[in-house]
Each structure stands twice: as C-alpha cells, then as structure tokens.
C-alpha cells in the first residue's frame, strides 16, 4: 500500500509562506486523487485542497489565492505552496490518498507535519 510521510511544517510569521511536501512510497501517487487536510485543535478537519488524476484542482474558499497545489509525478510528491499565512491557518496539515475529489472520501493518510503562525 501507499505509505505518505509530510514535510515541511514550520514556524512563520503572518505573511510568510511554506512548502508542504507529501512524499509516497509503496506506489504510485498518480493513480490517486491527492488531498491536502488541516486540523487544528478544539476544530473540525477542514479540506484544504485537492488534486485529481485528471489534472483538476480544488481549493476551499478559505485558501484560494493563497494555496497553490501541485504534483511532480517523477519524484512520486505532491507539494502545498502556502503563501501569505494567516493567524488562522496553523494547523497539522496531512495528505491523503483518494478515489476522488468530490466530496470528502480518503483512503490512507499521513502522519502530518505542523504549521505555526506567529508573530
């Protein structure tokens, strides 16, 4: 099965930008669907993007113009650029592979990698 591992969690002031890398071993990442999660504590999971094996993409309306999603097939990784962080983006972020990106259906996620936004 496809294992995920996340990297790229940080510390950053608002404003400031990371790159969240979502790195498969045990397969292939283009067969799935790929979704970006964040939790924070005391709140819900929300999605937070979404990229389908048919090049489309999906952001929630919280991270569009922020949030940039992508995939590098040959390295087997999808990447979350994240620019002009808000206080109310911290968060941990995982990925998650999945069948689709309608809805919310994911079958195997990573350990996730935790962003922090202060000042």
């Known amino acids: 099965q496809v294992q995920l591992v996340e990297s790229g969690g940080d510390l950053v002031q608002p404003g400031g930008s990371l790159r969240l890398s979502c790195r498969a071993s045990?397969?292939?990442?283009?067969?799935?669907?790929i979704r970006w999660f964040r939790q924070a504590p005391g709140k819900e999971r929300e999605g937070v993007s979404c990229?389908?094996?048919?090049?489309?993409?999906y952001y929630a309306d919280s991270v569009k113009g922020r949030f940039t999603i992508s995939r590098d097939n040959a390295a087997n990784t999808v990447y979350l650029q994240m620019n002009s962080l808000k206080p109310e983006d911290p968060a941990l972020y995982y990925c998650?592979?999945?069948?689709?990106?309608?809805?919310?259906?994911?079958?195997?996620r990573g350990q996730g990698t935790q962003v922090t936004v202060s000042s």
């Open positions: 045990g397969g292939t990442l283009d067969n799935y669907s």
């Open positions: 990229t389908s094996t048919d090049g489309t993409i």
């Open positions: 998650a592979t999945a069948p689709f990106c309608d809805g919310t259906a994911w079958y195997r």
